[in-house]
């Protein structure tokens, strides 16, 4: 009697305990969309910080020009206080001017350590710190063409097919701590292939000007996707593709010296 109720028993056991567990395999399932459905947006991006010692410039940071030996003379991570920054200096060759870039979105074979949507996250928020100015410096003059500190936003115009990042035509904005140039005009340059094939758009930006705050650590913020609406007159048919930095002397023939750091994309 015992055996025939336990037989009884066992067989409509089996549906509930059958349901409760397909009922739990599809909760597991289902949360994880759930979840990442109600996580909010972070309020921002961080594309560089310097803050492992020097081996992520090394790493992500590349030039067009310049082998590593000639970018170490004018770019070292350094640290002071505790803090760790990027250190541009032209004092031990004044004819040098190396721009340094970083992939801030992915490119054919190349892959960007962050993504950076512009239309989510479209202010760009940096420090820097400039030391020393590159005398009579001024981006309006194409002899005395040198920035005491610059930062580039770069877009690709459009995507050529089978061509790497470097060699695609481009429009750029230039953030400048300018040494003379007055901080209500900007400038525009254009490079064209054979003399009339433009390929390359920069429009000059000035921040800063002169002496003011020399030696201090300044917060800048711009909002990329209303200047690149602004100067261009379109939006921008891509997000960035890397943000570059430049301290130079070459035009001048004298000394520029700068730092760079906390380059962070922002939702506002």
Not at 37 to 46: H, K, L, T
Not at 61 to 81: D, L
Not at 176 to 187: G, I, K, Q, T
């Given at each position: 009697?015992?055996?025939l109720m336990t037989a009884k028993t066992k067989t409509?056991?089996?549906?509930?305990?059958?349901?409760?567990?397909?009922?739990?395999?599809?909760?597991?399932?289902?949360?994880?969309?759930?979840?990442?459905?109600?996580?909010?947006?972070?309020?921002?991006?961080?594309?560089?910080?310097?803050?492992?010692?020097?081996?992520?410039?090394?790493?992500?940071?590349?030039?067009?020009?310049?082998?590593?030996?000639?970018?170490?003379?004018?770019?070292?991570?350094?640290?002071?206080?505790?803090?760790?920054?990027?250190?541009?200096?032209?004092?031990?060759?004044?004819?040098?001017?190396?721009?340094?870039?970083?992939?801030?979105?992915?490119?054919?074979?190349?892959?960007?350590?962050?993504?950076?949507?512009?239309?989510?996250?479209?202010?760009?928020?940096?420090?820097?710190?400039?030391?020393?100015?590159?005398?009579?410096?001024?981006?309006?003059?194409?002899?005395?063409?040198?920035?005491?500190?610059?930062?580039?936003?770069?877009?690709?115009?459009?995507?050529?097919?089978?061509l790497s990042w470097k060699y695609q035509p481009y429009?750029?904005?230039?953030?400048?701590?300018?040494?003379?140039?007055?901080?209500?005009?900007?400038?525009?340059?254009?490079?064209?292939?054979?003399?009339?094939?433009?390929?390359?758009?920069?429009?000059?930006?000035?921040?800063?000007?002169?002496?003011?705050?020399?030696?201090?650590?300044?917060?800048?913020?711009?909002?990329?996707?209303?200047?690149?609406?602004?100067?261009?007159?379109?939006?921008?048919?891509?997000?960035?593709?890397?943000?570059?930095?430049?301290?130079?002397?070459?035009?001048?023939?004298?000394?520029?010296?700068?730092?760079?750091?906390?380059?962070?994309?922002?939702?506002?």
């Open positions: 009697m015992i055996s409509p056991l089996a549906f509930p305990l059958l349901a409760i567990g397909c009922s739990v395999v599809l909760i597991a399932i289902a949360l994880p969309w759930f979840g990442s459905a109600r996580q909010p947006r972070p309020d921002r991006i961080v594309l560089e910080t310097f803050d492992d010692k020097g081996a992520g410039f090394k790493r992500n940071w590349k030039t067009r020009r310049g082998s590593p030996e000639t970018v170490n003379k004018v770019y070292q991570v350094t640290s002071e206080r505790g803090r760790r920054f990027l250190r541009a200096s032209t004092r031990s060759d004044h004819s040098l001017s190396i721009q340094a870039g970083k992939l801030v979105n992915s490119h054919g074979a190349h892959t960007a350590q962050v993504s950076w949507k512009l239309r989510d996250y479209p202010v760009l928020s940096w420090e820097w710190r400039v030391h020393q100015l590159p005398r009579g410096g001024n981006e309006l003059v194409d002899d005395k063409n040198d920035s005491a500190a610059g930062v580039y936003v770069v877009f690709f115009k459009r995507k050529l097919p089978l429009n750029i904005i230039k953030y400048v701590w300018s040494a003379e140039m007055p901080l209500h005009r900007y400038a525009t340059r254009e490079f064209a292939l054979l003399g009339f094939i433009p390929i390359i758009k920069t429009v000059y930006r000035p921040i800063r000007s002169g002496k003011r705050d020399l030696g201090k650590w300044v917060a800048e913020k711009r909002n990329v996707l209303k200047d690149y609406q602004k100067y261009f007159n379109e939006p921008p048919k891509y997000d960035p593709i890397l943000i570059a930095i430049l301290t130079d002397s070459n035009d001048t023939k004298s000394t520029s010296i700068a730092d760079y750091d906390n380059f962070i994309a922002l939702k506002e």
